[in-house]
């Protein structure tokens, strides 16, 4: 069982709000991810990080923002919502190149924003 | 560009094997194919990856041609909770490559 955990499952805000998706593991992996996945739709990469202090933007341009000041917490900001940003947040982990061999990725269960 | 070419979705008879095909043409010498699933919303699911001999695992099998251009998931006997989305991928994990998801295989197991 993959030990990722994405806070909350579910969550409906008003435009304009902020708010902070949460994402932590347990298996002490270097690499972490944040991909958007709209419904029936492919994932995308929307940012990264290598370790403590590194953060890089993916594939797919994001207004969110993330932070990385522990090694098992990644969680991702979004100053004001609109509802363009309604879609499913998958966070995700990796041991990484540096301390293993990097070979697999494990995903939470997700966030299922929605903002009206 | 895409790295890999999968069927948008395939049909299987529940108790049966499934086949999913993946095309990667252009795959380099350090590269692993990857196979993840996805049930529903859920976050994906690692299955199995290999370079170029072929892998079995509890859960599936991965074939890989002998060029490593194209390679095959096997579910050896298909039931209702394999349906899925199915997504191949090539990466050196080494390196700390980034997993990229293409559209993959809506597979579906009829009963």
Known sequence: ?116 | DAKTTQPPSMDCAEGRAANLPCNHSTISGNEYVYWYRQIHSQGPQYIIHGLKNNETNEMASLIITEDRKSSTLILPHATLRDTAVYYCIVRVPFYGQNFVFGPGTRLSVLP
């Open chain 1, 1 to 116: 069982e993959a030990d990722i955990y994405q806070t909350p499952r579910y969550l409906v805000i008003g435009t304009g709000k902020k708010i902070t998706l949460e994402c932590s593991q347990t298996m002490g992996h270097d690499k972490m991810y944040w991909y958007q996945q709209d419904p029936g739709m492919e994932l995308h990469l929307i940012h990264y990080s290598y370790g403590v202090n590194s953060t890089e933007k993916g594939d797919l341009s994001s207004e969110s923002t993330v932070s990385r000041i522990r090694t098992e917490h990644f969680p991702l900001t979004l100053e004001s919502a609109r509802p363009s940003h309604t879609s499913q947040y998958l966070c995700a982990s990796s041991e990484g190149p540096i301390r293993g061999q990097d070979t697999e990725a494990f995903f939470g269960q997700g966030t299922r924003l929605t903002v009206v």
